[in-house]
């Protein structure tokens, strides 16, 4: 198994290409642990079972750009889940699918660098690996 960049990394919103990504971070999945623990333990260990899963959340930054920010801003104003979908660029062409909101969007304008928006989608329910 040979290493991969992220470049060539395409972020959609539904069919629709997001662009001038800078960087991705996530999905953050998590699951819950829930103690289980008896009063009769054997070695004085705590037991856990297994919880309920988190599909956590996706973060981006991108450079602004007029149609990026509306479209985010189009997302964030929605009170349902749009689709979003990260396609690598692996050899295996591997993607990654979700439903999500988009739950934050600041607008970073700096003095001495280009201007940025840091978006992040909540996932609501499980992810895709296709």
Same mark, same amino acid.
Do not use: W
């Given at each position: 198994?040979?290493?991969?960049?992220?470049?060539?990394?395409?972020?959609?919103?539904?069919?629709?290409?997001?662009?001038?990504?800078?960087?991705?971070?996530?999905?953050?999945?998590?699951?819950?642990?829930?103690?289980?623990?008896?009063?009769?333990?054997?070695?004085?260990?705590?037991?856990?079972?297994?919880?309920?899963?988190?599909?956590?959340?996706?973060?981006? %930054?991108?450079?602004? &750009? /007029?149609? #990026?920010?509306?479209?985010?801003? @189009?997302? =964030?104003? !929605? *009170?349902?889940?749009?689709?979003?979908?990260?396609?690598?660029? %692996?050899?295996?062409? &591997? /993607?990654? #699918?979700?439903?999500?909101?988009? @739950?934050? =969007?600041? !607008? *970073?304008?700096?003095?001495?660098?280009?201007?940025?928006?840091?978006?992040?989608?909540?996932?609501?329910? #499980?992810?895709?690996?296709?």
């Amino acid at each position: 198994m040979s290493a991969i960049t992220g470049i060539g990394t395409v972020l959609k919103k539904a069919t629709i290409a997001v662009g001038q990504i800078l960087s991705i971070q996530g999905p953050s999945m998590t699951r819950e642990t829930i103690d289980s623990t008896t009063l009769d333990v054997v070695g004085g260990y705590r037991e856990y079972i297994t919880g309920l899963r988190d599909g956590g959340t996706l973060s981006f %930054d991108m450079q602004f &750009t /007029k149609a #990026g920010y509306q479209a985010m801003a @189009t997302s =964030f104003a !929605l *009170d349902e889940t749009e689709a979003f979908s990260l396609e690598l660029p %692996d050899t295996g062409a &591997t /993607k990654i #699918g979700f439903n999500g909101y988009v @739950t934050d =969007f600041p !607008l *970073d304008i700096p003095i001495n660098d280009v201007m940025s928006c840091s978006v992040s989608i909540k996932i609501s329910g #499980g992810i895709t690996v296709s």
